[in-house]
């Protein structure tokens, strides 16, 4: 089993929909959560990390649920230049290191 | 941009050559971890150094080595170079301490390509 999972998509949306992605994670140790977005032959940019209490940054909403080991995305509004691949991220806890441990990724196409 | 910067941006080899890769941080930072990217994946982790001493190391031969200079700045070696080398490679660098340590900003990364 992968240590995080995402479903690869892609989701192909209309511009202005609502559009929410899930990731589960298997390390229950795990400390920190993020959401990266990557464009296509791009490195990944950090969108958003994500809270326990939730978080939200403009159209951009991320959940956390530790106890179903679960975090999501939920974009509104959808625009053309949302459409990349996200990435969840999780980082375990007391290794010392931080190491980041990626999903394989979410494709987002937003269509006009 | 982040302000992490690679070099070279790509680069082809053929199998059994050496590679050397760099990266500059981010103003700042005083860590940087290294990634490589298959086709279709996401990152995995290769290493990371922390003011100049390796400070984790993922699932990768020992052909795979790192170095950190004083500034900060870091270079990954790979040795016997193998078919499957071929990926992009991504550092990300990011702050030793401190909650916002956990956050790392990555370079726009070297495409290996060995054949």
């Known amino acids: 089993r992968k240590e995080v999972e995402q479903d690869p998509g892609p989701f192909n949306v209309p511009e202005g929909a609502t559009v929410a992605f899930n990731c589960t994670y298997s390390n229950s140790a795990s400390q920190s959560f993020f959401w990266y977005r990557q464009d296509c032959r791009k490195e990944p940019k950090l969108l958003m990390s994500?809270?326990?209490s939730g978080n939200e940054d403009g159209r951009f909403t991320a959940q956390l649920n530790r106890a179903s080991q679960y975090i999501s995305l939920l974009i509104r509004d959808s625009k053309l230049s949302d459409s990349a691949t996200y990435l969840c991220v999780v980082m375990p806890m007391g290794t010392g290191r931080r190491a980041l441990t990626f999903g394989s990724g979410t494709r987002l196409q937003v269509q006009p | 941009e982040t302000g992490v910067t690679q070099s070279p941006t790509h680069l082809i080899k053929t199998r059994g050559q050496q590679v050397t890769l760099r990266c500059s941080s981010q103003s700042g930072h005083n860590t940087v971890s290294w990634y490589q990217q298959a086709l279709g994946q996401g990152p995995q982790f290769i290493f990371q150094y922390y003011r100049e001493e390796e400070n984790g190391r993922g699932n990768f031969p020992p052909r795979f080595s790192g170095l950190q200079f004083p500034n900060y700045s870091s270079e990954l070696n790979v040795n016997a170079l193998e078919l499957d080398d071929s990926a992009l490679y991504l550092c990300a660098s990011s702050l030793g301490a401190g909650q916002s340590s956990y956050e790392q900003y990555f370079g726009p990364g070297t495409r290996l390509t060995v054949t």
């Open positions: 994500v809270y326990s």
